[in-house]
């Protein structure tokens, strides 16, 4: 039987070149958790140095390094996971989870920025297994939604796996916070790397259905039905 944890959150960061907002991401979220871990895959910027001189006044904050490449998210990411499994998702967030110590962990990313409704999220963990929140998007596209980041540590019971297009959690969780405000702005298409690139939303491209057949996923938003699928590709054509 698995070492019982201390009650409160840690969160888990998965990142990769993340040194436009990593500071903002971790000092916003701070408050809210008691553990904060940094894992770097393959970052060549300035992440590392930016985290270690958070570290130096900042206890909460553990910076490790996961080495394998992964795939892509989208069209060809479950394919360049079955002829390379280290190239996982799934398994690099099961092995984050590992390296956490509190009873619940959340999925957050270095390129999220807390606000103050996120607060709320401490005063529902003792009730729920699960809590689900969401952000706003400055440009105010799709990049967000409902998602269960914030889940008790159960490995027996709760697990991410590869899909078609990224990685999903599997739950077996009946007791489902949801924070209505939103709690955190999602960053990702003001960064350097997006000035000239349109974003495109994963979804579109799925070729099976969402989630796995039984399981009790909740995580990114489902992707839309075909003829959604086929109209947005339509538009982009047409742009």
Same mark, same amino acid.
């Given at each position: 039987?698995?070492?019982?944890?201390?009650?409160?959150?840690?969160?888990?960061?998965?990142?990769?070149?993340?040194?436009?907002?990593?500071?903002?991401?971790?000092?916003?979220?701070?408050?809210?958790?008691?553990?904060?871990?940094?894992?770097?895959?393959?970052?060549?910027?300035?992440?590392?140095?930016?985290?270690?001189?958070?570290?130096?006044?900042?206890?909460?904050?553990?910076?490790?390094?996961?080495? $394998? &490449?992964?795939?892509?998210?989208?069209? @060809?990411? !479950?394919?360049? #996971?079955?002829?390379?499994?280290?190239?996982?998702?799934? +398994?690099?967030?099961?092995?984050?989870?590992?390296?956490?110590?509190?009873?619940?962990?959340?999925?957050?990313?270095?390129?999220?920025?807390?606000?103050?409704?996120?607060?709320?999220?401490?005063?529902?963990?003792?009730?729920?297994?699960?809590?689900?929140?969401?952000?706003?998007?400055?440009?105010?596209?799709?990049?967000?939604?409902?998602?269960?980041?914030?889940?008790?540590?159960?490995?027996?019971?709760?697990?991410?796996?590869?899909?078609?297009? $990224? &990685?999903?959690?599997?739950?077996?969780? @009946?007791? !489902?916070?949801? #924070?209505?405000?939103?709690?955190?702005?999602?960053?990702? +298409?003001?960064?350097?790397?997006?000035?000239?690139?349109?974003?495109?939303?994963?979804?579109?491209?799925?070729?099976?259905?969402?989630?796995?057949?039984?399981?009790?996923?909740?995580?990114?938003?489902?992707?839309?039905?075909?003829?959604?699928?086929?109209?947005?590709?339509?538009?982009?054509?047409?742009?």
């Amino acid at each position: 039987m698995p070492e019982k944890r201390p009650f409160g959150i840690s969160a888990f960061l998965r990142c990769k070149d993340e040194e436009e907002y990593i500071v903002a991401s971790i000092l916003s979220s701070y408050r809210v958790f008691d553990e904060i871990v940094v894992v770097l895959n393959n970052s060549t910027d300035n992440t590392r140095a930016l985290v270690e001189d958070l570290m130096t006044d900042h206890p909460k904050i553990k910076l490790l390094t996961w080495d $394998y &490449e992964c795939a892509p998210v989208g069209p @060809g990411y !479950i394919k360049a #996971v079955r002829q390379d499994p280290t190239k996982s998702l799934a +398994l690099y967030y099961n092995w984050c989870l590992e390296q956490t110590t509190y009873s619940h962990v959340c999925k957050w990313d270095g390129d999220m920025v807390a606000i103050p409704p996120f607060d709320e999220v401490r005063g529902l963990l003792a009730a729920n297994n699960m809590i689900a929140i969401d952000g706003w998007d400055p440009l105010g596209k799709p990049t967000v939604n409902y998602e269960g980041r914030i889940f008790k540590y159960d490995p027996a019971h709760t697990k991410y796996i590869d899909w078609d297009l $990224y &990685e999903i959690l599997l739950h077996e969780y @009946g007791s !489902i916070a949801r #924070v209505e405000p939103k709690c955190y702005v999602h960053m990702k +298409l003001v960064k350097r790397g997006w000035v000239h690139r349109d974003w495109v939303n994963p979804n579109d491209f799925a070729t099976t259905p969402y989630p796995p057949s039984g399981s009790g996923s909740i995580g990114r938003a489902a992707p839309p039905s075909l003829g959604q699928r086929v109209a947005g590709r339509i538009r982009r054509l047409m742009r």
